[in-house]
C-alpha cells in the first residue's frame, strides 16, 4: 500500500527566512501530490497541487517541487511570517482516485 | 459560496454509546468524504459518497458508517463507542468526482469527539 512521509514532526525558524519541508512517498506513483495547512482546531486548508509533469508550481511565497523520481515533494515557504505557523500536510491520492491518503504533517514555528 | 460546516463542533460521549455526525458539503459538490485525526494517527480516511453510493472505504472497523442523502450532505455513525474512538472526525467535499485524477478536497472544522 502507499506509504507517505514527512521527515519532520517539527520545524523552527526565525522570521524572514525559507522555511523547507519535506514529502517522500513509496509504493506508488501518484498522478499529483498536494499540500494542505492546518491551523490548531481546524480542518485542513488546500494550498497547492503539483501534477507528475510539473516540476516546480509556485504560489506567491509559496513553492512546491516533485521529483518523481525520488519520489518526493518539497515545499517552500520564502521570507516566512509569524502567521506561517501552522501543521503543514502533503497528500496523494488512493488507486481508487477516491481517498487522499496524508502525511502525518510538519508543524511549523516562525519566530519573530 | 458558504464552505462545508459540520455539526456538531463538539461532543462527549461514553463508551458503548453511539453517536451520529453530520456534515453539509459546500453547493454544488456532490463527493463527501470523512476523515479521522488522532494525534497518533493523524488523517486517515474514513469513506467517501457520491451521489449517495459509498464509493470507497478506509481501513476501519464495521462500527463505522456512513450515509449520503440525495442533497448530498452526509452523516457518519460509529456504534458501540470505544476510548480510542477519541478524535477530529473532519468532513470533506468536492465537486469533481474522480474520473479524472484531480482530487482537491475542501474540509470543514471538525467535530471533536471525547469518549469517556
Known amino acids: 500500500s502507499q506509504k507517505i512521509e514527512q521527515n519532520s514532526e517539527a520545524l523552527n525558524i526565525q522570521e524572514g527566512k525559507t522555511a523547507t519541508l519535506t514529502c517522500n512517498y513509496t509504493?506508488?506513483?501518484?498522478?499529483?501530490l498536494q499540500w494542505y495547512r492546518q491551523d490548531p482546531g481546524r480542518g485542513p486548508v488546500f494550498l497547492l497541487l503539483?501534477?507528475?509533469?510539473?516540476k516546480e508550481k509556485r504560489k506567491e511565497r509559496l513553492k512546491v517541487t516533485f521529483d518523481t523520481t525520488l519520489k518526493q515533494s518539497l515545499f517552500h515557504i520564502t521570507a516566512s511570517q509569524p502567521a506561517d505557523s501552522a501543521t503543514y500536510l502533503c497528500?496523494?491520492?488512493?488507486?481508487?482516485?477516491?481517498?487522499?491518503?496524508f502525511g502525518k504533517g510538519t508543524t511549523l514555528s516562525v519566530s519573530s | 459560496k458558504a464552505g462545508v460546516t459540520q455539526t456538531p463542533r463538539y461532543l462527549i460521549k461514553t463508551r458503548g454509546q453511539q453517536v451520529t455526525l453530520s456534515c453539509s458539503p459546500i453547493?454544488?459538490?456532490?463527493?463527501v468524504s470523512w476523515y479521522q485525526q488522532t494525534p497518533g494517527q493523524g488523517l486517515q480516511f474514513l469513506f467517501e459518497?457520491?451521489?449517495?453510493?459509498?464509493?470507497n472505504k478506509g481501513n476501519f472497523p464495521g462500527r463505522f458508517s456512513g450515509r449520503q442523502f440525495s442533497n448530498s450532505r452526509s452523516e457518519m455513525n460509529v456504534s458501540t463507542l470505544e476510548l480510542g474512538d477519541s478524535a477530529l472526525y473532519l468532513c470533506?467535499?468536492?465537486?469533481?468526482?474522480?474520473?479524472?485524477?484531480?482530487?482537491?478536497?475542501?474540509f470543514g472544522p471538525g467535530t471533536r469527539l471525547t469518549v469517556l
Open positions: 459518497y457520491f451521489s449517495e453510493t459509498q464509493r
Open positions: 503539483i501534477r507528475e509533469n510539473e
Open positions: 497528500a496523494l491520492d488512493d488507486q481508487a482516485g477516491t481517498a487522499l491518503i
Open positions: 470533506a467535499s468536492r465537486e469533481i468526482p474522480g474520473t479524472g485524477r484531480e482530487n482537491t478536497q475542501y
Open positions: 453547493s454544488g459538490h456532490r463527493s
Open positions: 509504493n506508488y506513483s501518484p498522478a499529483y
